[in-house]
């Protein structure tokens, strides 16, 4: 599986983004993945923000993201979104999403995950 990411850019602190995760078009679809969003801050090692398993009904949240980003599954799209609201200086870092073998469990640390997307810049001014 290939990942691609998109979404990110610039936006003022309290404001918006919508990152999105997709198969490259030549890559195999998200079935039977669990997906994580993971972050990765300058001088900072790489955290996990949010993740879901296969059938979507387990999600995880960093206790700094919780009730400010969503995560979700859109299978008709094969795309695994990460909705972040009250975007905050601190969450600057470039965005991951990865996959690794799901069912019903999703995976907080980042050695399950076997497919990692390229990146997304997300810078939050003050």
């Known amino acids: 599986v290939q990942l691609v990411e998109s979404g990110g850019g610039l936006v003022q602190a309290g404001g918006s983004l919508r990152l999105s995760c997709g198969p490259s078009?030549?890559?195999?679809?998200?079935?039977?993945?669990?997906m994580g969003w993971f972050r990765q801050a300058p001088g900072k090692e790489r955290e996990i923000v949010a993740a879901?398993?296969?059938?979507?009904?387990?999600?995880f949240y960093a206790d700094s993201v919780k009730g400010r980003f969503s995560i979700s599954r859109d299978t008709d799209k094969d795309t695994i979104n990460l909705q972040m609201n009250s975007l905050k200086p601190e969450d600057t870092a470039v965005y991951y999403c990865?996959?690794?073998?799901?069912?019903?469990?999703?995976?907080?640390?980042?050695?399950?995950?076997?497919?990692w997307g390229q990146g997304t810049q997300v810078t939050v001014s003050s």
């Open positions: 990865a996959a690794a073998p799901g069912g019903s469990h999703y995976w907080t640390g980042s050695a399950p995950y076997t497919h």
């Open positions: 078009p030549s890559g195999r679809t998200f079935m039977n993945k669990a």
């Open positions: 879901i398993s296969w059938t979507g009904g387990n999600k």
